[in-house]
């Protein structure tokens, strides 16, 4: 009997020091995804000669002053800088897009103009920091013009557009294009 007490003692004894050892350590993992995000937002314009701008729902409007020479129904200069808030976090693309090609006559009359115009194109420059694209259009409908990003960024993508002035008079009408900014994140 003497000797099972004293076995039991020893296995006591054994699984002691882990009860009174006073610290310990256990890890924990802490993780989290943050999924890839491109945006574009609010859009406010910082200057501009012959343009003003104005906001409506998910896209805004550019317009010329004065399109046109009320003398001579040519071109005037326009320009205007626009701030558009963005952000991106991962590599990205910046893409221009004009839909028509240029400032293209709505309803051109049917048969030949000669010596007049039915398009004024522009130039268009958009960018962060650092990179750059430039649109120039020409008549081609979808032009488009891309810059890649290495890295990611955010605050205002920088969109400049200009305005020739023009040398051939303008057919009279309506003149419009459709340009699109995109940031397209790069998998």
Aim: proline share 5%.
């Amino acid at each position: 009997m003497k000797r099972l007490a004293l076995t039991t003692g020893l296995i006591v004894a054994a699984a002691c020091p882990a009860w009174a050892d006073d610290s310990a350590i256990k890890e924990q993992t802490l993780g989290g995804v943050v999924p890839n995000v491109c945006r574009l937002g609010a859009v406010s314009q910082s200057s501009g000669d012959n343009a003003s701008f104005a906001v409506g729902g998910a896209s805004s409007t550019v317009t010329v002053t004065t399109f046109a020479d009320p003398n001579t129904a040519q071109a005037r200069a326009a320009s205007i800088n626009l701030g558009i808030q963005g952000v991106c976090n991962r590599s990205h693309t910046i893409r221009l897009l004009s839909e028509r090609g240029g400032l293209t006559l709505d309803q051109p009359p049917a048969g030949a103009t000669p010596g007049f115009a039915r398009r004024v194109d522009y130039t268009a420059v958009a960018g962060w920091p650092g990179a750059q694209t430039t649109l120039t259009t020409a008549g081609a409908a979808g032009a488009a013009a891309t810059v890649d990003v290495s890295g990611p960024s955010s605050g205002d993508l920088l969109l400049s557009i200009a305005i020739p002035s023009g040398s051939t008079a303008l057919v009279a009408g309506d003149y419009r294009d459709r340009l699109t900014v995109e940031l397209l994140a790069n998998m």
